[in-house]
Antibody, heavy 121, light 107 residues
Framework: EVQLVESGGDLVQPGGSLRLSCAASGFTFRSYAMNWVRQGPGKGLEWVSTISGSGESPYYADSVKGRFTISRDNSKNTLYLQMNRLRAEDAAIYFC??????????????WGQGTIVTVSS | AIRMTQSPSSLSASTGDRVIITCRASQSIRNYLAWYQQKPGKAPQLRIYDASTLQSGVPSRFRGSGSGTEFNFTISSLQSEDFATYYCQQYYSYPRTFGQGTKVEIK
């Protein structure tokens, strides 16, 4: 069974840092691009970042560029999101999501259950 | 960035009703459009990709259509388990963008 399990969400002060993890299982992790998507309280979905299967070519939303870094460890089947200089507006549920089967231009076909990030003093 | 606009933002319907949600892209995205269903407290689930392809295991009462800038998502006969929020998303270019969501509620 294909499964994604996020962890690392926590309460952090504005300006602080946090690293989220997403453990993947049930598929050949290195073969798929992976994504982070977030959802603020009572809000819609916002794409955050994408990384290719090889770990190259990351993409970021303008709202997090320069503060967040996406990475992956294919030997551990794990995706990461390093979040620095956190702001109140970064508070959200963070989902990791797997790209579909094509090499490019895919919908997100499997999602984790999410991990909650709270930014507050 | 490509802007995705969904309508309506919410709708009330009864079991058995036909429901249509529209998504408009600010520029052509060819057919690189997905529809997701999200229930409260749960992760989104892919329902339709490439504008009209049903994700494996999704009931045939769900249908997607359109290309370019105008897309529709149809539930032919609404079931109790379909009450949820639905989002469209383009994956034609970065940044990937979602519509604001359509909440389907029980009338």
């Amino acid at each position: 069974e294909v499964q994604l399990v996020e962890s690392g969400g926590d309460l952090v002060q504005p300006g602080g840092s946090l690293r989220l993890s997403c453990a993947a299982s049930g598929f050949t992790f290195r073969s798929y691009a992976m994504n982070w998507v977030r959802q603020g309280p009572g809000k819609g979905l916002e794409w955050v970042s994408t990384i290719s299967g090889s770990g190259e070519s990351p993409y970021y939303a303008d709202s997090v560029k320069g503060r967040f870094t996406i990475s992956r460890d294919n030997s551990k089947n794990t995706l990461y999101l390093q979040m620095n200089r956190l702001r109140a507006e970064d508070a959200a549920i963070y989902f990791c999501a797997k790209d579909g089967e094509r090499e490019i231009l895919n919908a997100f076909d499997v999602w984790g259950q999410g991990t909650i990030v709270t930014v507050s003093s | 960035a490509i802007r995705m606009t969904q309508s309506p933002s919410s709708l009330s319907a009864s079991t058995g009703d036909r429901v249509i949600i529209t998504c408009r892209a600010s520029q052509s995205i060819r057919n690189y459009l997905a529809w997701y269903q999200q229930k409260p407290g749960k992760a989104p689930q892919l329902r339709i990709y490439d504008a009209s392809t049903l994700q494996s295991g999704v009931p045939s009462r769900f249908r997607g259509s359109g290309s370019g800038t105008e897309f529709n998502f149809t539930i032919s006969s609404l079931q109790s388990e379909d009450f949820a929020t639905y989002y469209c998303q383009q994956y034609y270019s970065y940044p990937r963008t979602f519509g604001q969501g359509t909440k389907v509620e029980i009338k």
